[in-house]
C-alpha cells in the first residue's frame, strides 16, 4: 500500500468524448505526477504539478490537462478523446520537486478504453 | 534511441536461479530506479540509487554512473517474483523517464 489512490480503476469512453481520472495523493505530498502506459510500453510523463501550478510537461497536447487541490488530490482530464488515449493512467505523489532524489509513490492506475 | 534501455525484454527463469537485469541511459541523471508492476498495473518502488549499491532482500542494485548503466539482481528467484521490472532515470526535477521494462517469469 504507497497511500495513492486513483479511481475510477477501469473506465470505457467512445472517441470524442471527455473523461476526467483523479487521485488522491499522501498527506503531505505537495507533487503530483501523471503517467500514461500504453500497453507493453513504459509509462509517459504527461505532467507533474507542484502546489495546484503546473510544474513541467510532456509530448501531449493541450486536450490533456490537470488540475491539483489543496487537499493532495488532483485531476487528469482528456478532452476529445481518441482510440490512441487507450492506456493504464497512473499517477505517482513525492515531496518537492527539486528533491530529485524523492521516492516517487504509484497510485494502481486507471484503465481507460476508448471505443 | 530510447534514453532508458533495458536487457532482457522478457525473461523466464526457474525457480532458485540469479536472475540479472540490466539498464543504460544516455542522459545525465540525478538518481535512477527500479520499479516493480504487476499485471494489472500497481507500481511498486524497489530501489532508488544514485551511486553504489542497494540491498533489501534478496534484491540488489548497483549502479555505475561513468558507464551509465545499473543492474538489478534477484538471488534465489521465486515464483512470486514474476512481474514486470522497469528502470526509470530522474533529472534535474522529479519526472521520471522510464525504460520500456522487462517481463519476468518464475516457474517451478
Known amino acids: 500500500e504507497t497511500g495513492v489512490t486513483q479511481s475510477p480503476t477501469h473506465l470505457i469512453k467512445t472517441r470524442g468524448q471527455q473523461v476526467t481520472l483523479r487521485c488522491s495523493s499522501q498527506?503531505?505530498?505537495?507533487?503530483v505526477s501523471w503517467y500514461q502506459q500504453a500497453l507493453g510500453q513504459g509509462p509517459q510523463f504527461i505532467f507533474q504539478?507542484?502546489?495546484?501550478?503546473?510544474?513541467g510537461r510532456g509530448n501531449f497536447p493541450p486536450r490533456f490537462s490537470g488540475l491539483q487541490f489543496p487537499n493532495y488530490s488532483s485531476e487528469l482530464n482528456v478532452n476529445a478523446l481518441e482510440l490512441d488515449d487507450s492506456a493504464l493512467y497512473l499517477c505517482?505523489?513525492?515531496?518537492?520537486?527539486?528533491?530529485?532524489?524523492?521516492?516517487?509513490?504509484f497510485g494502481p492506475g486507471t484503465r481507460l478504453t476508448v471505443l | 534511441k530510447n534514453e532508458v534501455e533495458q536487457s532482457p525484454q522478457n525473461l523466464t527463469a526457474q525457480e532458485g536461479e540469479f536472475i540479472t537485469i540490466n539498464c543504460s541511459y544516455s542522459?545525465?541523471?540525478?538518481?535512477l530506479h527500479w520499479l516493480q508492476q504487476h499485471p494489472g498495473g500497481g507500481i511498486v518502488s524497489l530501489f532508488m540509487?544514485?551511486?553504489g549499491k542497494k540491498k533489501h532482500g534478496r534484491l540488489i542494485a548497483t549502479i555505475n554512473i561513468q558507464e551509465k548503466h545499473s543492474s538489478l539482481h534477484i538471488t534465489a528467484s521465486h515464483p512470486r517474483d514474476s512481474a514486470v521490472y522497469i528502470c526509470?532515470?530522474?533529472?534535474?526535477?522529479?519526472?521520471?523517464?522510464f525504460g520500456t521494462g522487462t517481463r519476468l517469469q518464475v516457474t517451478l
Open positions: 505517482a505523489s513525492s515531496g518537492a520537486p527539486g528533491l530529485s532524489t524523492d521516492t516517487q509513490y
Open positions: 498527506s503531505g505530498h505537495n507533487t
Open positions: 504539478y507542484y502546489r495546484e501550478e503546473e510544474n
Open positions: 542522459v545525465g541523471i540525478s538518481a
Open positions: 540509487l544514485s551511486s
Open positions: 526509470a532515470v530522474t533529472g534535474t526535477a522529479s519526472k521520471l523517464t
